[in-house]
C-alpha cells in the first residue's frame, strides 16, 4: 500500500519560512506527479504547487515568487520551501501522487497543517 508522509507544518510569523516535505513509501511507487494543495476552514481544496517527474512545475498565481518546489525522484519525495508567509497562507496542507495512464492512480497524504500568525 502506497503512502505519504508529510513534515515540516507547524506555526509561523508573517513573513517567516517553512519548508514541507513529503515522501512517498511502498514497492514498486514512482509518481508521474507529485506536488501540493491546501484547504482552509469554510474553503475548497485548491492547488499551490505540482511537479512531474522531468520538472514541469505548475504554480498557483498567489504562491509565485515566494514558493518553491523540488523533489527528489530516487527518494520519491517531493518539498515545498514556503518564504514571506501570510495569514492568509494558513491551511492545512495535503501532499498529492499522482501515476498517469492506464493505470492511473492518485494519492493523498493526511494533511499538515500550517498556521501563520503572530
Do not use: H
Not at 14 to 29: D, E, N, T, V, Y
Not at 94 to 117: D, E, F, K, P
Amino acid at each position: 500500500q502506497v503512502q505519504l508522509v508529510e513534515s515540516g507544518g507547524g506555526l509561523v510569523q508573517p513573513g517567516g519560512s517553512l519548508r514541507l516535505s513529503c515522501a512517498a513509501s511502498g514497492g514498486g511507487f514512482s509518481a508521474d506527479s507529485m506536488g501540493w494543495y491546501r484547504q482552509a476552514p469554510g474553503k475548497q481544496r485548491e492547488l499551490v504547487a505540482t511537479m512531474t517527474r522531468d520538472g514541469n512545475i505548475n504554480y498557483a498565481d498567489s504562491v509565485k515568487g515566494r514558493f518553491t518546489i523540488s523533489r527528489d525522484n530516487a527518494k520519491n519525495t517531493v518539498y515545498l520551501q514556503m518564504n514571506g508567509l501570510k495569514p492568509e497562507n494558513t491551511a492545512v496542507y495535503y501532499c498529492n501522487a499522482n501515476i498517469y495512464g492506464y493505470w492511473s492512480r492518485n494519492y493523498w497524504g493526511q494533511g499538515t497543517q500550517v498556521t501563520v500568525s503572530s
